[in-house]
């Protein structure tokens, strides 16, 4: 729907408009601190204890912006008990309406999260994200722990909230929590300061209520750590080289906490592990192979770290700036194990610069250049005539430009703001020209259109480097507050300057209309007869792709005297620069720019009116007529001059033939039309006055009298007798159009649609007369999903009513049925009743429903006043849900809801509905019409069993059959539903064998098949022994009944050996071959059969010392001495006992890869692994070979997951709360 397209289009606008507001946040360094948390009981009450929490600070203008959780920042929220939550409260702060404490006096105690106000009429808008199922479990009273990798947050856009200040008393307001038991609370924060420098701070812990302050050391990594302390009072005592720095950071389970330290220059940094084996490495990035870029490098070497924490060393930083560092042990950096030291002060060091900071102790690449170009690249705004009077109306056409030193730039924005205005301003009464069918910006401009509309050629408008007919990237964001553009397109001046402000801006590098041609940037075109006056602000690019501005540029043009240059006109400016199409010539009455007009008249000197000055004659010439009037027509002495006329003029001379007489009515002149009339009294039209019948005398018809129909229930003008039944909509398939009374047979698309239904609610519920009736759409089934309801100008969508009060519609009430809270009905009853628009869901139910209309409709405003709806222009408007999302347009038995309707009237329905098939295919039903309530339909026949004693207007009757009546069958003993006359006795069991699919009562004759197949039987004719291999096996058996008899193991059914070879009398499978020799080591005494096994163990090895001339299975005890070492030259592979004699030859150098401590000679084989490239950043001069680390400077590649701020691999709130940090500086800062 073209509505739908238009919305997406604005949702797109506002995303870049709130990028373009965190584009203004920019990080630094504190100069104020987070202080903790803090809680206070306010009341106490029946739902237990309220307390309220606190973020505190020490400076009033810190401003709260996140509550936020990561897997390694994680929020743990416990109660020992329950929380207390309303059952109309919400998990924020901002869902609770001061409004309902009236009617809900409990929500005043319900329990909350907020960053800020304690309730919707606050200045904060909070925001959440992947906290719906963390919250689901708080409204159930429940704590939770947020330890997950997406983690949650919620948050709010910085600047925009008074709130979220820590204001005088330094805290601002995070939460609510009632109960009677005890609260612990482990939270994160993102805040920022008055220079909106970002800062995080975790891990802040409270539980309450507490006991009394316990001070002490709280820090377990000191050596007077005290468990119970609950106040660090700063004794703390360290003794090792960590105690003597100015700021701990703790390394432990892939984390390093805090992961971004603030410091001044000079400052020592300790890093104590608590866990793990863990180093800090501010060298080489472990990630990407490369340096850190740190003002200096520094590394400490790993160690094992304890739970009273193990000093892995200390670094004085002594140089400012941003240090980055990670621990290069294993995975650790890939799992996230980095960190950031800032050292001093981070600012604008140019002096140059719009925003010089002479207090920075490093410049952070946020200088802003001056108007003029404060690194000398913006040189200011030119102009150039484009067209000199083009359209023959006086005004001219210029092209505005931004003027760069260099092409190496790139323009991203032109915007203004209320210190920095953008204006465009003109000193024509007619201001800028701007052609109906013209755009905005000039990107928009299609040239093709030029030959149909040529002034379009000249039209005004704004653009960065794009004009009609270019590729164009531009974006724009403009304050709600601002009708700049409006003002710009009714020829008004342009002016932003408001605090939000506007922008029109590009993405950087998405393609290079930016990029200065000739030095020159394009910034709008302006066609206007007078002086225009620019004053511009620019956001621009230089070759280090550093972001810069240039404010406050501007220029007036055009700087040229305008005026007549022809010498030969009447109006000819000798001091005209510039022709401004304003030459005149003399008419012929010598008038500069004349129309001759001045000197023309009557020449003719007979005429009376001659005009002896006259110089043209425009013939006006007159002459008296008979009358004596000057160009008279002798009208002015006309008239009868008979005098026997009833219209006789004395004064006449002229007779006109005018002259009249009385007709019968007395009338002069008269037609006798004055007394005609009907002069019959049984007439409907008699006229009591009529002296003359003119045959007009009407009477009524069968059926009617003078008055209208005799019976008209419906009051539609269509007497009850002549009504004709049918479907009225001239849409649907089987639309009657000589139906005069609607039915509800209508069907449409080939019957995939059953037309419209209705059902009457509540009727005068609330003592009004008012009745309340639901709307439906009808299907033959379910496998439909209605998706959306809507309207345009070729297919109006409208609800009507014929009441003078029109549609109830409560002021507590809603548009939509799925937003009304059903819990409200008790407090405000007559919201049940109000009227609104739905697709399925009724209040209470899940709603998934989206509205998009035309901004010029009124449509629901009307329809809130009571008036009707109406929906009929060309973008026109809709409600609709996502297809599939839930089963709100599913129809349940046939039908979906539309809405509910509360009125004193009669209510016309016009619907058009988009819907989906099983196959996912759309259709749409359109000029689907119903008018409710219907009149009186039904059976007027009182011997049917339909009979409505109320119809007037018979739509057909139904009669029971033969051995029925209207309440069912006359004789019914078992009352299943079955006449008496008509059972029929059998077995009704579907499953059984002899089932009787004609029976309706069972007479217990049901059978089963038995195994063997046979109805009843018992098994008996299928059953014997089925095993083949049993010795009374019964080949015609099918049911083994478990009689098999089988013979022994290696026996046949008679006892005799089925394998014997030797004839022993022992089968050959029990045969045992074996050793029968009682002298061997390996005698088997079981044995029956010799296998030559025999076994005589000892020394078998002729060359030992003790070998055994009669063994033939040796047993290892043989003695053989020699060199023993594989690896040695001499090595005796037979040799049991080294005797010292081993020799060997090899490299000796520990330091090499093949280094073999046995060797005794060296014979120059070493080898040095190792970067052997002399090009390569990490050349080994000694390696002799090259395992392939070689390292080489290259350019860093654009990641494949831009939105990765973290590279973890995924994008998360950790990824949200990095952005805010990192945006607006340089990347090589980072």
């Known amino acids: 729907m073209r509505l739908l397209y238009e919305s997406k289009f604005k949702i797109f606008k506002m995303k870049q408009f709130l990028l373009f507001l965190i584009a203004m946040l920019t990080s630094g360094i504190a100069s104020a601190n987070f202080v903790g948390l803090e809680s206070e009981l306010v009341t106490e009450s029946e739902y237990g204890n309220v307390y309220r929490v606190y973020a505190t600070f020490d400076n009033p203008t810190d401003e709260l912006v996140a509550i936020y959780a990561l897997e390694t920042a994680p929020i743990n929220v416990t109660c020992s008990t329950q929380f207390f939550q309303s059952g109309v409260g919400s998990a924020l702060a901002t869902g609770i309406n001061p409004a309902f404490l009236p009617f809900f006096p409990d929500l005043a105690f319900d329990s909350w999260f907020t960053i800020g106000s304690e309730n919707s009429n606050g200045s904060s808008d909070i925001q959440q994200v992947g906290m719906d199922e963390y919250f689901t479990a708080f409204e159930a009273g429940n704590g939770f722990t947020i330890d997950t990798f997406i983690g949650g947050s919620i948050f709010l856009i910085p600047d925009l909230s008074v709130d979220a200040e820590a204001g005088d008393d330094l805290k601002v307001l995070i939460g609510q929590f009632t109960t009677d038991g005890e609260v612990s609370l ?30 002490g050391c709280t820090d377990p990594n000191a050596n007077n750590y005290d468990p119970i302390a609950t106040e660090d009072n700063g004794t703390c005592e360290y003794d090792d080289e960590c105690s003597g720095a100015d700021q701990v950071v703790l390394a432990s389970n892939y984390a390093y906490s805090p992961n971004s330290v603030s410091v001044s220059v000079g400052s020592t940094v300790a890093w104590s592990n608590t866990g793990g084996f863990h180093n800090v490495n501010g060298d080489i990035n472990t990630l990407t192979g490369e340096s850190f870029g740190n003002p200096e490098a520094f590394f400490l070497n790993a160690v094992s770290g304890g739970g009273d924490g193990v000093c892995i060393g200390t670094y004085t930083f002594n140089i400012p700036g941003v240090y980055n560092y990670d621990c290069s042990i294993g995975s650790h950096a890939a799992n996230g194990m980095v960190g950031t030291i800032i050292v001093g002060t981070g600012g604008c060091t140019n002096a140059g610069a719009l925003n010089y900071n002479p207090n920075a102790d490093y410049d952070d690449g946020s200088c802003q250049s001056t108007g003029g170009g404060g690194d000398d690249l913006v040189l200011g705004l030119s102009y150039e005539l484009v067209a000199s009077n083009p359209m023959g109306d006086g005004q001219h056409t210029y092209r505005l430009y931004v003027d760069f030193a260099t092409n190496d730039v790139e323009v991203t924005a032109v915007y203004g703001t209320d210190t920095t205005p953008w204006e465009m301003s003109s000193t024509s009464a007619n201001g800028f020209y701007n052609q109906t069918v013209g755009a905005d910006f000039g990107g928009s401009i299609n040239p093709m259109f030029f030959p149909v509309f040529p002034e379009l050629e000249y039209d005004s408008w704004f653009t960065i480097g794009a004009g009609p007919g270019d590729e164009d990237g531009l974006n724009s964001a403009f304050d709600s507050e601002l009708s700049s553009l409006d003002d710009f397109n009714s020829g008004g001046d342009f002016i932003v300057n ?34 225009v006056t620019a004053l511009v602000n620019v956001q621009y690019r230089n070759a280090a792709q550093e972001s810069l501005y240039a404010e406050g540029l501007t220029i007036t043009f055009p700087q040229a005297t305008t005026g007549c240059t022809d010498i030969d006109a009447c109006n000819y400016d000798p001091a005209a620069e510039l022709d401004d199409g304003s030459c005149l010539e003399n008419d012929l009455c010598g008038d500069c720019g004349g129309d001759n007009s001045t000197c023309q008249g009557c020449t003719d000197a007979t005429a009376c009116n001659y005009d002896a000055d006259a110089v043209i004659d425009d013939g006006s010439c007159l002459q008296n007529d008979l009358c004596g009037d000057c160009g008279g027509d ?16 004395s004064d006449a001379v002229v007779d006109d033939g005018s002259c009249l007489q009385n007709d019968l009515c007395g009338e002069c002149g008269g037609d006798n039309s004055t007394c005609q009339g009907c002069t019959d009294e049984a007439a409907c039209n008699y006229n009591s006055d009529a002296v003359v019948d003119n045959g007009t005398c009407e009477y009524p018809e069968e059926f009617y009298n003078c008055n209208g129909c005799i019976n008209d229930a419906d009051v539609d003008g269509v007497c009850d007798e002549l009504e004709v ?22 069907t449409y698309l080939e019957g995939m649609v059953l037309g419209l239904s209705y059902e009457e609610v509540a009727e005068n519920a609330m003592g009004t007369g008012q009745s309340t009736y639901r709307l439906y759409v009808n299907f033959p089934n379910n496998d439909v999903e209605v998706t959306a309801m809507y309207g345009t100008d070729i297919a109006p969508w409208e609800i009507l009513s014929t009441a003078d009060d029109g549609f109830f519609n409560y002021e507590v009430g809603a548009d939509f049925g799925g937003s009304i809270n059903p819990m409200f009905f008790a407090v405000f009853p007559e919201l049940e009743y109000d009227s609104w628009f739905t697709i399925g869901a009724e209040p209470g139910d899940d709603d998934g429903l989206n509205s998009a209309f035309d901004s010029e409709l009124t449509s629901l405003d009307d329809f809130n006043s009571g008036d009707d709806f109406i929906v009929n222009t060309f973008v026109g408007g809709s409600v609709f849900v996502v297809p599939g999302a839930n089963d709100q347009g599913i129809p349940v038995d046939g039908k979906v809801l539309l809405g509910q309707f509360t009125t004193s009237g009669i209510v016309t329905a016009l619907i058009n509905i988009q819907f989906r098939d099983a196959d996912q295919v759309s259709y749409y039903a359109e000029g689907m019409s119903i008018t409710f309530p219907a009149p009186g339909l039904g059976c007027t026949d009182d011997t049917a069993c339909n009979y409505d004693p109320d119809a007037v207007i018979d739509n057909g009757c139904v009669y029971p059959e033969e051995f029925y009546n209207c309440d069912g069958c006359i004789n019914d003993i078992d009352a299943d539903g079955v006449c008496d006359e008509l059972e029929i006795e059998g077995c009704t069991d579907a499953s059984a064998c002899n089932y009787d699919s004609n029976a309706t009562d069972d007479n217990d004759s049901c059978l089963q098949n038995d195994l063997c197949g046979v109805c009843g039987g018992d098994n008996s004719s299928c059953s014997g022994c089925t095993d083949s291999a049993a010795c009374n096996y019964d080949s015609s058996a099918t049911l083994d009944d478990g009689s098999c008899v089988y013979p022994d193991m290696y026996y046949d059914c008679n006892g005799n050996c089925l394998n014997d070879s030797d004839g022993d009398g022992v089968c050959d499978e029990l045969e045992i071959l074996g050793c029968t020799d009682a002298e061997a080591d390996n005698y088997n005494e079981d044995a029956t059969d010799e296998d030559g096994s025999c076994q005589y163990l000892g020394c078998t090895n002729p060359n030992a010392e003790n070998y055994d001339e009669g063994a033939n299975l040796d047993d290892g005890s043989c003695i053989v001495l020699g060199c023993t070492n594989p690896a040695a030259d001499n090595y005796n592979i037979e040799a049991t006992d080294d005797d010292g004699s ?32 002399s090009v390569a950043i990490n050349f080994i001069v000694h390696a002799n070979s090259d395992d392939g680390s070689c390292v080489y400077e290259e350019c860093t590649g654009e990641s ?7 590279g973890d691999g995924e994008i998360g709130s950790a990824d949200l709360l990095e952005f805010l940090v990192a945006y607006g500086q340089a990347c090589e800062n980072l």
């Open 186 to 215: 482990c939270l994160n924060f993102q805040w920022d300061d008055a220079d909106a420098n970002t800062f995080n701070d975790e891990g802040y812990c409270i539980t309450f209520p507490g006991g009394a302050v316990v001070p």
């Open 634 to 649: 002798n009208s002015t002495c006309q008239g009868c001059t008979d005098a026997t006329a009833c219209n006789y003029d």
């Open 725 to 746: 039944l049918g479907c009225t909509s001239p849409g649907a398939d089987n639309y009657n159009s000589d139906a005069t009374e609607d039915d509800f047979s209508c």
């Open 1142 to 1173: 081993c020799e060997a030859t090899g490299c000796t150098y520990q330091g090499a890869t093949n280094y073999d401590a046995i060797n005794t000679s060296d014979d120059g084989s070493c080898i040095f692994l190792g970067c052997t490239d």
């Open 498 to 531: 408001t605090f939000v402000g506007g922008s029109i801006f590009v993405v950087p590098g998405a393609n290079d209309q930016g990029v200065p041609i000739n030095g020159k940037v394009l910034l709008g075109q302006f066609t206007t007869s007078g002086l």
């Open 1200 to 1206: 494949d997951c831009p939105f990765d701020a973290n």
